[in-house]
């Protein structure tokens, strides 16, 4: 094994985890390996039909990104060749099936529509194994379902003696399991690496949208440019795009655009020219998605609200795969809340509607966030034990400080970090455990709006119980007898969206996994907002003015 590794890619150790997968391949038991980007992932299948001498067949979903990887595995003296429904050299199948390739890429449709002969010719010949690259695909609960990938079941009984090994670097519990039914994998070894990428900073912000929010945006970017490198925005519409594209090349930024509408042969030519470093940003939509093998992209920013968390972290997740500190902002408007019924619309069943909605829920709770971000994200992908703060990094704090004058409190918190991580490893940080927050005491507010949420019967979104507070005459209101209420216009002084804020943070109040003092739940594509039981507790143990403190940042 060390000397293929070596031998073909120059390595000379292996990476965590790679070569235990490769021992389980070889002795021919299935796996799943669920592992970060940039974790080295595509060795675990490349290396096995070197040292065996059969072929390797591997599910990708993407013709650019097979293409790209054939070219590079040739180079390195490696026999490889790609098969799809687009190849019309039918001289490759012949010398596929006769077993002339080290590694052969086949898309999932070819790969289920190809005779059986085919496969009874190539397994004569001796298949090493089965591996099904960005797995997740085959999971309704994924957040990139590929119904092609659903097919691949059929290739279990085709292939019943070859170890097939499913590969993603996002998936939760939920489509773990659901990759190792769809695959029928029998009894297979799971590999999890960490879902921690060190020398990522993540961070949120709102923002209004107008020309001046461009416009600042656009500052940030032409710094990070000037000094860092590559940086990818996500925006949520091809509309989005098309402003910020503009407005950086009127900034006299080298940009590049590519969304959905544009033609294959464009948006291959703008993933080619960011790859080669002929523009510094890429301004996109997600459908600039798998592929961006990337090592040098220093910023991703989102510029909206993304529909999944699990679509967040993989889209964030490409930047910084070359270890070096790289930042990950979010920045999002309320507005953004509203879009789950577009995304609903993609649903094709009740329960892929739920899966939609969930996890749009759990990237609106990663915006409104006061604690951990690095924390949250890997408590959702299920990894154990992670620490409430993320580490305080020296470099990574100068790296970050000189390329965005941040604001003065990093000073003083790039001072200690000196101190107190000097010859630790690298931890990247989030905004959350750097940036110091004003805290007030908030419990009088709290008790009001938790009060006036229940006293309206829990059966509401938001508008209601704050117009409440705030006195209003409405017809609803007045229908309803709610300006009966003791507590209607208590809180009166202070500004609808003021409240709103504040139900956010009730509603996400500690690591936003486990019940805040509010619950959101989803009816009919309505929000509702009701008191949670530890809402209920707060109020029982208190009166408006003499209540627990409940300190919340401001
Ligand atoms: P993934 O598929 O998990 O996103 P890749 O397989 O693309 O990651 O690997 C990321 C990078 O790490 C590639 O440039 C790859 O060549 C490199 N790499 C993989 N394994 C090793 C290793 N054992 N030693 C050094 N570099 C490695
Ligand atoms: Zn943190």
């Given amino acids: 094994m060390e000397f293929a590794l070596k031998e073909f890619f120059g390595y000379s150790t292996f990476r965590p985890y790679q070569k235990e997968i490769i021992e389980t391949i070889l002795e021919g038991k299935d796996s799943l390996v669920v592992m970060a980007t940039g974790s080295g992932k595509s060795l675990c299948y490349q290396v096995p039909p070197l040292i065996v001498k059969k072929t390797a067949v591997v599910i990708s979903p993407l013709l650019s990104l097979m293409q790209d990887q054939v070219m590079a595995l040739r180079q390195q003296g490696i026999k490889a060749e790609h098969l799809s429904s687009a190849q019309t050299d039918s001289s490759v199948q012949r010398r596929a099936e006769s077993g002339q390739f080290d590694i052969l890429y086949m898309t999932p449709e070819k790969a289920c529509v190809i005779s059986n002969s085919f496969w009874s010719n190539l397994l004569d010949r001796g298949i090493c194994l089965l591996a099904v690259d960005e797995a997740h695909c085959i999971s309704e609960w994924g957040h990139d379902f590929r119904v092609e990938y659903k097919q691949l079941c059929k290739l279990r009984s085709t292939l019943p003696n070859v170890p097939f090994v499913g590969l993603t670097a996002t998936a939760t519990e939920k489509v773990r399991k659901d990759i190792m039914n769809s695959l029928k994998m029998r009894d297979p070894c799971v590999t999890i690496g960490s879902f921690d990428r060190k020398n990522l900073f993540y961070g949120v912000k709102s923002f209004n949208r107008g020309a001046l929010f461009v416009d600042e945006l656009v500052g940030e970017v032409s710094k990070c440019v000037a000094t860092a490198g590559s940086t990818i925005i996500y925006c949520t519409t091809i509309k989005d795009v098309q402003q910020i594209f503009e407005s950086l090349l009127k900034a006299g930024i080298k940009a590049g655009m ?117 924390k949250f994200l890997l408590d959702y992908f299920g990894e154990k034990n992670t620490p409430d703060k993320c580490g305080l990094d020296f470099t990574l704090h100068l790296f970050l400080f000189e390329i965005f004058n941040l604001i003065e409190s990093f000073i003083s918190e790039m001072s200690r970090g000196k101190t107190r991580s000097q010859g630790k490893k690298e931890n990247g940080t989030c905004d959350n455990c750097t940036i110091s927050r004003k805290e007030s005491d908030m419990s009088r507010e709290a008790f009001l709006l938790i009060s006036s949420i229940r006293s309206c019967g829990g059966n509401w979104g938001l508008n209601v119980p704050i117009d409440v507070l705030r006195g209003s005459r409405a017809k609803k209101i007045i229908n309803a007898q709610f300006d009966k209420l003791p507590l209607h ?18 509603i996400s109040h500690e690591s936003a996994m486990c019940a805040g003092y509010l619950t959101e739940t989803i009816r009919d594509t309505f929000k509702i907002v009701s008191v949670s039981p530890k809402g209920l507790q707060f109020l029982s143990s208190s009166k408006p003015d003499d209540q627990p403190m409940l300190v919340l940042p401001v």
């Fill in 489 to 506: 216009g208590l809180g009166k002084e202070l500004s609808a969206n003021w409240w709103k804020a504040l139900a956010y943070q009730l």
């Fill in 258 to 374: 590519y969304n959905g509408q544009m033609g294959n042969k464009a948006r291959e030519e703008a993933h080619r020219s960011f790859i080669r470093d002929e523009f510094d940003v890429m301004v996109a939509t997600i459908a600039f998605g798998m592929g961006i093998d990337k090592p040098n992209i220093r910023y991703v920013i989102h510029y909206g609200c993304p529909k999944s968390l699990e679509s967040y972290y993989q889209e964030s997740g490409r930047c910084g795969r070359d270890g070096i500190a790289s930042m990950c902002w979010l920045y999002y408007t309320r507005g953004d809340f509203g879009k789950a019924d577009f995304y609903c619309g993609e649903a094709s069943s009740e329960s892929q509607r739920t899966a939609i909605m969930e996890s749009f829920m759990a990237a609106q709770r990663y915006c409104m966030l006061t604690t951990c971000r690095r």
